[in-house]
């Protein structure tokens, strides 16, 4: 602030804390985060300056003035139009409004506002987990060619989900880095917060296209694991749900607002609420999650193992309760910073919970072919470091044994349920 528009002495800590711990406050600090929403779109001549040093350049712009702020003054210092102007001076309540809101932002609510750190976790998080998931699609592709004859259909498809996954990853960490080192709308520039959201919509896009891979080629797995009736019908209505889940948000994502940039344009008026419209699909997927989870269990219970194995096959098939749990979580998250907040105007916990999700529903869906694998190579390791080879009828059991009958006579091919 300039020196002849007045100052006030900077808080203490102690101060600070004491404001930002007053209910009332945090609606100061949502009027600013919709004030740099507001201006940051319309000016664009200011677009390289942070949230706050704009508010500030009007409030300078205001006590020169007197409050006397004009459609004129707006557009040759900050290239404000006409048209955007005039929503300016509608959404504020006129230009006196604007004039004192600004300045009080500046003067009063400025000097209180914290400015959180972005959290470093996307970048390890995607680091961590495209190392690890690699290396399972790996195993994967392995034992399906080692032990079942070929790669099958479904496993390109989760080799096609595995590839989504790291490109989303991707383009998460290009939106942590387009977040820069402070989280706030307020301390961040327009070019940032633009780039941001244009980031996080193409996510929030493809989204539904890399769960829609990954749960296909489950489905697909189990589809062709038995000829089951009622498996296969599942099968088919779950399928049929997923597919149209992910055409529905992909299309509502488009339809929702007049502009897919939404941001560059504030005195739109979008149709759908982008957040319950998230919060939605997300809960769908979750439900499906559940399903795809429980679908293999009655298979398993009526194969003819001996009890070690049947507790193993159960386990191993069980591990998608984890990428379940991982979506649930995404979801809270997503109700959490899904809008700007007195808590957060990132949304980057949310790309983290989605590298979680989809790296975990990729490792879970490789698990029986990767417990193949080491059911395959484990008597040979032993062999190597000294010990007895293992053997036994129970492992025999497992290789050779069929699956109990439904009342149609249908059996399932345990082959699959082992070594895919």
Sequence with gaps: MSSDSGTYAAPSQAETDA????PLFQHDIMQTLG??????????????????QVIDAYAQYSFAVNGSLTP????????VTPENAAFLFTIFGGPQ??????????????????????????????????IFTTFVMALRLWSRYKLAGGIQPFDWLAFAGYLMTVAWGALAVHHDHATTNLVSYYDRTWDSISECLRTYTALAMLYPWVMMTIKF????F????????????????TAAVVGL??????ILWIVQCPHLSSWDHPSETCRIDNVKQQVAIASIYIATDIIIWILPMPLVFQLQLYLRERILAIFTFSLGAIACIASCLRLRYLLKFGLYSTQSSTTLLIDAWTIVELNLALICASAPAVRALAIHYAPKIRSSLGSKPYSSKASAGSDHSSSGSSKSGARAKVSDVEKV
């Design 19 to 22: 404001v930002n711990a007053n």
């Design 245 to 250: 889940n992910t055409l529905v948000a992909f």
């Design 72 to 79: 004129e003054g707006l557009n040759d210092l900050f290239g």
């Design 222 to 237: 189990y589809y062709r694991m038995t000829n089951w009736n009622y498996i296969r019908w599942s099968v088919y209505v």
């Design 97 to 130: 409004t604007l004039a004192y809101t600004t300045y009080a932002i500046a003067q009063q609510i400025q000097p209180y506002l914290e400015h959180p750190e972005t959290p470093v976790v996307v970048v390890p998080l995607f680091i961590a987990f495209t």
């Design 217 to 220: 080629s489950l489905l697909l």
């Design 35 to 52: 004030t740099v929403l507001w201006l940051g779109p319309t000016s664009p001549k200011l677009s390289n300056l942070t949230g706050l």
